[in-house]
């Protein structure tokens, strides 16, 4: 979602007539965009921003953009006085009205507002970040307030985007040469357009079920989308996967734990029974589909058997992968309000002991391919060699 809106950013300040460059030591203007899902990604934000102090002689202005931008606002300015401008997730359209100000005498912008009306999702093929894969933004904000999580209040409520939009802009990059398009969202299967515009002839369980239908149609060759949120996870999912052959073979399905107790408590609406009927859905396809998820070790309360039901949990999906995380407690979250009482180490600990369960999982499963054909598509040199590509298959 930061790809994406660096792109827009970009999109918005070339058509102002921006030139951009990717040294800081050249620019007159540095945006830095930020991310406070974990502490760390916030605190890397304020040594960034100490870093660009000395970069040049030029005193470039300075703008934090992103989440930590939208909850922390003028904060910012008593952290880093160097910073010029504060521009919160939804302002990113109005960049370089932001500068004009500065540049027009102001001494220190701040925009935390809302996106405009009729505002639409403008991203230049020149901006992308790969001249093949597209990311597709659906659905911006999040409605479900999961008690670790800080995304409903540096994004906002859910916002889908109209269907019709969509589908016009993977139409285009379908034109424009692009192979493969992710749609994405803090939970894509939650998309709730306001009208049924541009999904009238798709069918589909739920509007997502649909969208993904009408996204097949327009004939582009790889379709993928994350995240799906598992209260939300219909089976025609599933089914719509089944029947189009380029909505490619994966599925990220984000658990966070293997503990009935811990899930309640982090409010994420599912049980591990729940969970366990969607990843059945999902392992009985047809086709043969890749399952991965992200689980958060250490909450508040978590004890040595809450964990091992995490091990269980991830022994029984068997992903392709999985992404860990260390609880950080979050600022204003329902869940910092409890006590963080699982240690440093401990958090340690289960991270490592998960993490080579899932190591020796996944291996067993990526040996599997081999000797086997696959469709790879090429997205650049391999950064452990200049010998191989890198690239990912369906
Ligand atoms: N909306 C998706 C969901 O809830 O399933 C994913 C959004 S989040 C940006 C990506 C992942 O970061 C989450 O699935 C969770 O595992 C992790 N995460 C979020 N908040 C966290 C926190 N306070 N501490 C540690 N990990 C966290």
């Given at each position: ?10 999109t918005a300040?070339?058509?102002?007539g921006y ?9 007159d203007v540095?945006?830095v965009?930020?991310c ?26 300075i ?8 909850l922390?606002?003028t ?11 504060i521009?919160?997730?939804r302002?990113t359209?109005?960049?370089p ?19 405009a009306q ?14 093949f894969?597209?990311?597709?933004p659906i ?10 999580c ?11 985007r ?19 398009v992710?749609?994405i ?33 327009t004939g582009?060759?790889?379709?993928k989308?994350?995240t799906?949120f598992p ?11 089944e029947?189009?052959?380029?909505l ?6 984000p ?23 969607r990843v ?22 978590e004890?040595?058997?809450d964990?091992?039901?995490?091990m269980?949990?991830?022994e029984?999906c068997?992903?392709d992968?999985?992404?860990i ?22 958090k340690?600990?289960r991270?490592?002991?998960?993490e080579n ?18 469709s790879?598509?090429?997205?650049g ?14």
């Amino acid at each position: 979602m930061n790809v994406a809106d660096s792109e827009r950013a970009a999109t918005a300040l070339r058509q102002a007539g921006y030139d951009l460059t990717l040294l800081p030591e050249m620019a007159d203007v540095v945006l830095v965009n930020t991310c406070s899902v974990r502490d760390r990604a916030e605190q890397k934000v304020y040594k960034r921003i100490r870093q660009l102090r000395g970069v040049s002689d030029k005193k470039p202005l300075i703008g934090i953009m992103g989440c930590v931008a939208q909850l922390e606002g003028t904060a910012v300015f008593a952290k880093a006085p160097d910073v010029d401008m504060i521009i919160g997730t939804r302002a990113t359209d109005r960049i370089p009205a932001l500068i004009e100000r500065i540049q027009g005498g102001e001494e220190a912008v701040i925009d935390l507002g809302e996106r405009a009306q009729g505002e639409v999702w403008d991203v230049s093929p020149l901006e992308r970040h790969s001249p093949f894969v597209a990311f597709v933004p659906i659905i911006e904000g999040c409605n479900k307030f999961c008690s670790f999580c800080i995304v409903p209040y540096s994004r906002g409520r859910e916002k889908s985007r109209s269907a019709s939009e969509i589908i016009e802009e993977v139409r285009r990059l379908r034109e424009l040469g692009f192979r493969e398009v992710h749609l994405i969202g803090q939970n894509v299967n939650s998309y709730r357009p306001r009208s049924d515009e541009g999904l009238e002839q798709s069918s589909g369980a739920t509007p997502f079920c649909k969208l993904l239908r009408a996204v097949s149609d327009t004939g582009i060759e790889r379709i993928k989308f994350t995240t799906s949120f598992p209260r939300d996870f219909h089976p025609d999912i599933v089914a719509a996967i089944e029947e189009c052959p380029n909505l490619c073979d994966w599925v990220h399905l984000p658990v966070q734990s293997g503990s009935d107790r811990i899930l309640r408590a982090m409010r994420r609406g599912h049980v591990v029974d729940d969970y366990l009927r969607r990843v059945d859905a999902i392992k009985n396809s047809k086709r043969r589909l890749s399952l991965t998820s992200d689980i958060i070790v250490g909450f508040p309360g978590e004890t040595e058997e809450d964990f091992q039901d995490t091990m269980k949990l991830v022994e029984r999906c068997q992903y392709d992968g999985l992404y860990i995380f260390k609880y950080s407690s979050r600022p204003g979250t329902p869940a910092s309000k409890l006590n963080d009482d699982v240690s440093e180490d401990q958090k340690k600990t289960r991270f490592l002991e998960l993490e080579n369960r899932q190591f020796q999982l996944q291996n067993i499963i990526y040996h599997g391919y081999i000797g086997r054909t696959v469709s790879v598509l090429v997205e650049g040199r391999s950064a452990r060699s200049e010998a191989d590509l890198t690239g990912h298959s369906t």
